[in-house]
């Protein structure tokens, strides 16, 4: 047998320059992402694929706290007295995840700590003055319907005739049993079983945004 000391080698992820580093998440293909102190001190968030990338080098007091296959990276910005700010990056743009939300929409978003490959993402803010857990939800084409819901549907077709999020519509009734897709999402009920319908009571739904056009 091996001895334990010899199972892991350990990799040095800094950036040339850099005085200090922190990975945080790692996504299924290998991403990396995290922060990192320069040289003045200043704390700027990573990504690495092979090699390191300062993910916006025009921000400071920024970390990177999740990341997913495609590359988005989510975390936040520190910002004058102790404030902070949730940020995107993907294709090498900053995104403030606070931009995208509706008006009056009762959110401040300070810390995104997390993304899956669908691309929702959950963090920390304030809603109405209190500190709460926020998940954002993507809707890529803008029906209506959440990314996720729709790649449900798009998994269990077993025709193979819906393969896009725009082969999903709100009106369609994939499961045919007289409920179409836009009421069963909005009652919380299951879009690919019959016996799944508007008798069936959501007991809690935590609150979410639909976010249009954020995936890669």
Same mark, same amino acid.
């Given at each position: 047998?091996?001895?334990?000391?010899?199972?892991?080698?350990?990799?040095?992820?800094?950036?040339?320059?850099?005085?200090?580093?922190?990975?945080?998440?790692?996504?299924?293909?290998?991403?990396?992402?995290?922060?990192?102190?320069?040289?003045?001190?200043?704390?700027?968030?990573?990504?690495?694929?092979? @090699?390191?990338? $300062?993910?916006?080098?025009?921000?400071? &007091?920024? @970390?990177?706290?999740?990341?997913?296959? /495609?590359?988005? !990276?989510? &975390?936040?910005?520190?910002?004058?007295?102790?404030?902070?700010?949730?940020?995107?990056?993907?294709?090498?743009?900053?995104?403030?995840?606070?931009?995208?939300?509706?008006? +009056?929409? +009762?959110?401040?978003?300070?810390?995104?700590?997390?993304?899956?490959?669908?691309?929702?993402?959950?963090?920390?803010?304030?809603?109405?003055?209190?500190?709460?857990?926020? !998940?954002?939800?993507?809707?890529?084409?803008?029906?209506?319907?959440? $990314?996720?819901?729709?790649?449900?549907?798009?998994?269990?077709?077993?025709?193979?005739?819906?393969?896009?999020?725009?082969?999903?519509?709100?009106?369609?009734? /994939?499961?045919?049993?007289?409920?179409?897709?836009?009421?069963?999402?909005?009652? &919380?009920?299951?879009?690919?079983?019959?016996?799944?319908?508007? +008798?069936?009571? !959501?007991?809690?739904?935590?609150?979410? !945004?639909?976010? +249009?056009?954020?995936?890669?």
């Amino acid at each position: 047998t091996r001895d334990e000391e010899d199972v892991f080698a350990a990799q040095d992820l800094d950036m040339p320059g850099g005085v200090e580093s922190i990975a945080r998440a790692i996504a299924d293909n290998g991403v990396i992402a995290g922060s990192y102190r320069d040289s003045a001190n200043v704390r700027h968030a990573f990504a690495w694929n092979g @090699s390191m990338s $300062d993910l916006d080098s025009t921000l400071s &007091g920024t @970390s990177g706290e999740g990341v997913n296959l /495609f590359g988005q !990276v989510v &975390g936040y910005q520190e910002l004058a007295a102790g404030a902070t700010r949730a940020l995107l990056w993907q294709n090498k743009r900053t995104i403030n995840l606070n931009d995208l939300l509706p008006l +009056g929409s +009762g959110w401040q978003l300070m810390a995104a700590k997390d993304i899956n490959d669908y691309g929702v993402i959950v963090g920390e803010g304030q809603y109405d003055g209190a500190t709460r857990a926020f !998940v954002l939800t993507p809707d890529t084409d803008g029906d209506g319907l959440p $990314d996720p819901f729709e790649f449900l549907i798009i998994d269990i077709d077993s025709a193979d005739d819906i393969n896009t999020i725009g082969d999903v519509l709100p009106g369609d009734d /994939f499961d045919e049993d007289g409920v179409c897709n836009g009421d069963e999402y909005a009652a &919380g009920t299951y879009p690919a079983d019959p016996r799944s319908d508007l +008798g069936v009571t !959501v007991v809690a739904k935590y609150p979410t !945004v639909a976010l +249009g056009g954020i995936q890669s």
